[in-house]
C-alpha cells in the first residue's frame, strides 16, 4: 500500500482551457483543503463524499491563485485505490505550476513519473499487463492501436494469461500431490492426458507469440516507403494521403532529393509515411544521396507503395527497381489510372503480387488500396480487442513460459519423472506471473514505469 502523498501536473504544457494537478495518497484532501476554499463555506473537502466536485479557488498568503473545481475520490474507489484529489483549474502554464507548487508546500512530494499508475498497480486496482496498456492508450494513435491498448486495459492478455496459469497450476498441483503423497487415496497422473493437456497449452502459447509481430505494427504503426523512378506520382500520392502539400510536385523529373516523413491514419492505421526520391541513375552528388538514402527506406520498410505510371510502358528504371523489391512486403501502386491505360500489368505481376489502380490526382482507388494494405500485413483479420502480446517484456515471458513448457512435454514424452515435469511447469509459471506483474521484482517494475509521463 502506498501512503504517500504525491502530486503533479497531469495535463499537458502550454495553455489550454484546462489544467490539472493530481494528489494521491493517504493525506491527499487534507493536503488539498490546505490550499483550496470552496466558495460555499459551508463544505470542507474532508467531509465530501467521493465523486463530488466544489467550486472554490486556491489561495497562497497573498489571496487568490485561481478558481479551481475540486474533485474528491475516495479509495478505495478511486483509480489509484487511495484518495485522490484533481484540482482543474484554468490552463494557463502559470496558473497551473502555482497550484502544484502550492500542493508541494502543503505536504506533498513530487511524483515520479508514472507513479500514480504504479500506484493503482501496487493496490491491486490492475496487474503489470492493464498498467501498460495505460501508456498505450495516452499514446495511441490510430483507431486500432486505440482498441488494443484499451482491450488490454480491461483485461483481454491478462485474461489469457490467467487461463494458461490456472491450467499449469492445476497440473503441478496433481504431480506434486501424487508424488508426495502415494499413500493417499489419490487419482493417479494419466501422462497421456497431461501431454495432451500440454499440447493445448503450447498452441494457445503460440498464437498469442505469433500475433506479437501485427500488434507491434498497430501499437507502433507502420513504416512504410512510397518507391519509384521520377515523375510516377509519389509525391502527389503523398499529398493526398496526408491531406496537405506535403511534398513539392512539378512536371520536373528528379524534384525530391530528400526522405519526406510524415504520420498518417489509414484504414484505422497508422503508418508512418515516407515519400522517397526518384531512384534511378543520379545526374549529381545531392540526387545520388537522395536515391541512397530512398534505397535505405525501401529497406527498413515494414511496407512498400512502389509507384508506377500507368499511363506510359514499363520505362528501364522501373525494370531496374523490380529487383530491388524483391522478397518486400510490396504493393504496386499503378498510378494515373485516370488516363488511358498503357503499362505492361501482366510483366509487373511476375514480379509483384499485389497491384491496385489508383489516381493520385483524383483520389480513385483509396479504398482499395486501404484493403490491399490491410490484406499485404495480414492485419484484415487481426482483432484488435482479443488478447495481444503489446511489448518485447511480455514477449520474452511468454516466450520463456512456452519453452519451458516445451521443455516438460519433451521430459514427458521421454519418460523422465514427473518430479521433472513439474519443476519445468512451475518454471513456466513463474514466467507467467512475472508478465502479469504477480511475480516480477522491483527492478522490472520500476522499468516498466519509466516510459510513463509524469502524472499518469
Known amino acids: 500500500m502506498h501512503h504517500e502523498t504525491i502530486a503533479a501536473i497531469s495535463t499537458p504544457a502550454g495553455i489550454g482551457a484546462v489544467g490539472m494537478v493530481r494528489l494521491s495518497g493517504a493525506d491527499a484532501i487534507a493536503v488539498a483543503a490546505r490550499v483550496f476554499q470552496p466558495h460555499d463555506p459551508k463544505i470542507k473537502l474532508e467531509g465530501m463524499r467521493g465523486y463530488r466536485g466544489v467550486l472554490g479557488k486556491v489561495c497562497d498568503a497573498d489571496g487568490p491563485v485561481d478558481e479551481v473545481v475540486a474533485f474528491i475520490y475516495r479509495g478505495p474507489r478511486s483509480y489509484t485505490g487511495e484518495d485522490v484529489v484533481e484540482l482543474c483549474c ?60 484499451f482491450a488490454a486495459r480491461e483485461g483481454a492478455l491478462a485474461g489469457e494469461i490467467a487461463a494458461l496459469v490456472e491450467d499449469l497450476t492445476g497440473h503441478c498441483a496433481h504431480i506434486a500431490a501424487w508424488t508426495d503423497y502415494p499413500e ?37 504503426g507502420i513504416n512504410a516507403a512510397i518507391v519509384g523512378r521520377p515523375n ?12 496537405q502539400e506535403r511534398s513539392i510536385v ?50 527498413s520498410a515494414d511496407l512498400i507503395l512502389a509507384v508506377f505510371d ?20 510490396v504493393i504496386a501502386v499503378i498510378n494515373k489510372a485516370d488516363l488511358p491505360s498503357m503499362i505492361e500489368e501482366d510483366k509487373l505481376r511476375e514480379s509483384l503480387f499485389c497491384h491496385v489502380e489508383f489516381s493520385a490526382k483524383t483520389g480513385k482507388g483509396r479504398e482499395v488500396l486501404e ?10 483479420n487481426i482483432d484488435p480487442a482479443g488478447a495481444i502480446i503489446a511489448n518485447e517484456r511480455q514477449r520474452l515471458c511468454l516466450n520463456s513460459a512456452a519453452e519451458n513448457a516445451e521443455e516438460a512435454r519433451a521430459a514427458l514424452n521421454d519418460g523422465i519423472t514427473l518430479d521433472a515435469v513439474c519443476v519445468c511447469l512451475d518454471s513456466a509459471l513463474e514466467d507467467l506471473l512475472t508478465l502479469t506483474g504477480q ?18
Open 90 to 149: 484554468h490552463g494557463g502554464s502559470y496558473a497551473v505550476r502555482q497550484v502544484l507548487r502550492l500542493c508541494l508546500d502543503a505536504g506533498a512530494r513530487p511524483a515520479l513519473a508514472g507513479e500514480f499508475t504504479k500506484c493503482a498497480f501496487l493496490n491491486g486496482k490492475m496487474d503489470l499487463t492493464g498498467a501498460e496498456a495505460v501508456m498505450d492508450l495516452v499514446s495511441a494513435q490510430g483507431r486500432g492501436a486505440m482498441r488494443a491498448a
Open 184 to 220: 493417499e487415496d489419490l487419482m493417479p497422473v494419466d501422462e497421456a492426458e497431461l501431454a495432451q493437456s500440454l499440447e493445448n497449452i503450447l498452441n494457445r502459447m503460440r498464437v498469442l507469440l505469433a500475433g506479437y509481430d501485427k500488434g507491434r505494427l498497430l501499437r507502433e
Open 232 to 243: 510516377v506520382g509519389k509525391s502527389t500520392l503523398m499529398n493526398l494521403l496526408t491531406g
Open 250 to 299: 512539378t512536371p520536373e523529373p528528379g524534384t525530391t532529393r530528400d526522405v519526406i516523413q510524415e504520420k498518417i491514419t489509414l484504414a484505422d492505421l497508422t503508418l508512418n509515411l515516407s515519400d522517397t526520391a526518384g531512384i534511378r541513375e543520379a545526374l549529381d552528388a545531392a540526387e545520388q544521396e537522395g536515391v541512397l538514402r530512398s534505397l535505405r527506406a525501401l529497406e
Open 310 to 329: 500507368g499511363s506510359q510502358p514499363l520505362q528501364e528504371n522501373d525494370r531496374d527497381l523490380l529487383p530491388h523489391l524483391t522478397d518486400k512486403n
Open 371 to 380: 484493403k490491399a494494405i490491410l490484406a499485404a500485413l495480414e492485419l484484415e
Open 439 to 456: 511475480r516480477a521484482g522491483e527492478a522490472i517494475v520500476d522499468e516498466v514505469f519509466t516510459r510513463f509521463c509524469v502524472g499518469k
